[in-house]
């Protein structure tokens, strides 16, 4: 069995080769990411834009093409941008006239996080933040959600290129979406140090915001993986996040970590940043392991 998978975001596509051997044993490799900013200017106007859906549509094209030659089948699902898109249904279609029949669904937000979940931290033992383009995730212990609100959208809403403009903007809408007791009166019990506290090891974070805010931490300017996690402390990412507003965008889009989310990652950050204050938690520790590898898991599952 070989299969391409292609994760469908508001920020990007981001694909995943599987192959499976005559004795069922599963090999990952390759992720992939291409920038295609599908949701942009869908909070104005809630719709794809027609050249976002077109540069998308030929990036899956051009790649299941050159897989199919050499004997892939390809996947696909979308999350918050089709999800929330009047035309999000219309546009999977497309997608399928590309790769196939029944090969590409819309994810809800509950399936979203339960990938991401499965793809991350399958024991199920961990709170897992997952800040993408369009919505943010939080997997409980007991429970899966997802609001609205992601890198993408934030800068939508808070159009701003300076750290304090877009707290002072994001900080009351954040506030408003996750609302008070969401957060800070839903806590699950085993998670819990104290009445307000979630415990620290507690929280995993996945999505591209996370995993490069972790590099940025190390001070890295360039993606390199790695196996386990990577902690990022609150007060290293506001300290993170201060530097980045100092160096105003063109610097900034000068950085190779940051060429295809040089606009978007102070407003990823905050958000981040917002999340950890509201959950009492000082760090998060961020893994390359996500909801493209929990759907994976899911149609090796399926399909073998």
């Known amino acids: 069995m070989k299969l391409l998978i292609f994760d469908i975001g508001s920020n990007s596509i981001r694909t995943l080769r599987v192959t499976q051997d005559a004795e069922f044993e599963s090999q990952f ?61 219309a546009f999977i279609r497309s997608v399928e006239e590309i790769i196939g029949s029944g090969h590409a669904r819309i994810l809800s937000g509950a399936e979203e996080a339960e990938f991401a979940q499965h793809g991350a931290d399958p024991e199920g033992g961990r709170i897992i933040v997952d800040i993408g383009g369009g919505s943010t995730q939080i997997v409980r212990p007991h429970s899966r959600e997802s609001w609205p609100i992601g890198c993408v959208r934030a800068k939508d809403l808070a159009p701003f290129d300076q750290l304090p403009m877009i707290i002072d903007a994001l900080y009351p809408i954040l506030s408003g979406i996750f609302g008070p007791a969401d957060l800070d009166e839903r806590h699950d019990k085993p998670a819990i140090q104290s009445e307000h506290q979630i415990a620290p090891e507690a929280m995993l974070g996945v999505g591209g915001t996370i995993t490069t805010l972790a590099l940025l931490c190390e001070g890295k300017d360039s993606f390199i993986p790695w196996q386990g996690t990577k902690r990022i402390e609150l007060f290293a990412l506001r300290a993170v996040l201060n530097v980045l507003d100092g160096m105003g965008d063109s610097e900034r889009a000068s950085i190779p970590l940051l060429k295809d989310r040089h606009d978007v990652i102070l407003h990823g950050g905050v958000i981040l940043q917002f999340l950890l204050e509201r959950l009492h938690c000082p760090r998060v520790d961020a893994t390359l392991s996500d909801g493209l590898d929990g759907y994976a898991l899911h149609l090796i599952k399926t399909l073998s």
């Open 29 to 89: 490799s390759g992720k992939r990411v291409y920038t295609t900013r599908l949701s942009e200017g869908l909070a104005e106007s809630g719709a794809l834009s027609q050249a976002r859906m077109l540069q998308s549509l030929l990036v899956i094209r051009s790649l299941h093409s050159e897989h199919a030659a050499q004997g892939f089948s390809s996947f696909a699902y979308a999350t918050s941008a089709v999800r929330d898109a009047k035309n999000g249904r």
